[in-house]
C-alpha cells in the first residue's frame, strides 16, 4: 500500500494563477480531507468528504475548491492564488468507523508570489 | 468552538523524560491522539487513548488522562534526539470523525 499520496511537493505560483494539488489514497477510506499548516497555527481544516460526491467546508474554506469523483481521489483547487496562500498543504484520510486514526500524506509545500 | 490547547515548546536534555500536556474543553471526546510530525513531513499517529482509559503505556511511550480536568499528557522516558519533532494533541467525539487538533508542541532534545 501506498497510503495516501500528493502531488507536488512543491511549487510556486504567481499571485492569480490557478492549479490544483493532486491527493490519492489506497486505503478505501470514506473520509478525505484536506489542512493547511502555517507556523504557530497548527493545522487548520479546508475541506473535507465522507464519501463519492459529499464534500463539505472546513474552518478555512475560502479561495478553495474540491471535489470527490471516486472513493480514492480528493484534489484540492486553487482559483486565483493570493500570497496569504502560501502554506504547506496536508491530505488526510481515515475511515468513518472505529478510532478513526487520520493517515497523511507527505505534504504539498506552495509559494504564492 | 471546541478547543484543544497545548504549550508550543519543550526543550529536554537527551535521556531525560520529556512531558508533553494538553488540555482540551469538549466534555463528550471519546478519542484523544498523539500525533508526531517530523522535519519536512506529514503527521503520523503514535499512540490514542479512549476516554473510559485513565492510562496507556507503549514501550518509552506513556499516555496519561485526566478526564475530570480534561487533561492528556504524553511522557517520552529516555528521549533521544530522534524523538526531536512537533507533537500534535487532538480529539474527536464518538460518532464524528473529524479531529480537533491542538497547534503542537516543538520538543527539542539537546544532547
Known amino acids: 500500500n501506498a497510503g495516501v499520496t500528493q502531488t507536488p511537493k512543491f511549487q510556486v505560483l504567481k499571485t492569480g494563477q490557478s492549479m490544483t494539488l493532486q491527493c490519492a489514497q489506497d486505503?478505501?477510506?470514506?473520509?478525505m480531507s484536506w489542512y493547511r499548516q502555517d507556523p504557530g497555527m497548527g493545522l487548520r481544516l479546508i475541506h473535507y468528504?465522507?464519501?463519492?460526491?459529499?464534500?463539505d467546508q472546513g474552518e478555512v474554506p475560502n479561495g478553495y475548491n474540491v471535489s470527490r469523483s471516486t472513493t480514492e481521489d480528493f484534489p484540492l483547487r486553487l482559483l486565483s492564488a493570493a500570497p496569504s496562500q502560501t502554506s504547506v498543504y496536508f491530505c488526510?484520510?481515515?475511515?468513518?468507523?472505529?478510532?478513526?486514526?487520520?493517515?497523511f500524506g507527505e505534504g504539498s509545500r506552495l509559494t504564492v508570489l | 468552538g471546541e478547543d484543544v490547547e497545548q504549550s508550543l515548546f519543550l526543550s529536554v536534555r537527551e535521556g531525560d523524560s520529556s512531558v508533553i500536556n494538553c488540555t482540551y474543553t469538549?466534555?463528550?471526546?471519546?478519542?484523544l491522539y498523539w500525533y508526531k510530525q517530523e522535519p519536512g513531513a506529514g503527521l503520523q499517529l503514535l499512540t490514542y487513548?479512549?476516554?473510559?482509559?485513565d492510562m496507556k503505556q507503549d514501550q518509552r511511550l506513556t499516555v496519561l488522562l485526566n478526564k475530570k480536568d480534561k487533561h492528556l499528557s504524553l511522557r517520552i522516558a529516555d528521549t533521544q534526539t530522534g524523538d526531536s519533532a512537533i507533537y500534535f494533541c487532538?480529539?474527536?467525539?464518538?460518532?464524528?470523525?473529524?479531529?480537533?487538533f491542538g497547534r503542537g508542541t516543538s520538543l527539542i532534545v539537546h544532547p
Open positions: 488526510a484520510s481515515s475511515y468513518t468507523q472505529g478510532a478513526g486514526e487520520l493517515f
Open positions: 486505503m478505501n477510506h470514506e473520509y
Open positions: 468528504s465522507v464519501g463519492a460526491g459529499i464534500t
Open positions: 469538549d466534555s463528550s471526546s471519546t478519542y
Open positions: 487513548i479512549f476516554s473510559n482509559m
Open positions: 487532538a480529539e474527536m467525539s464518538g460518532g464524528s470523525y473529524i479531529p480537533t
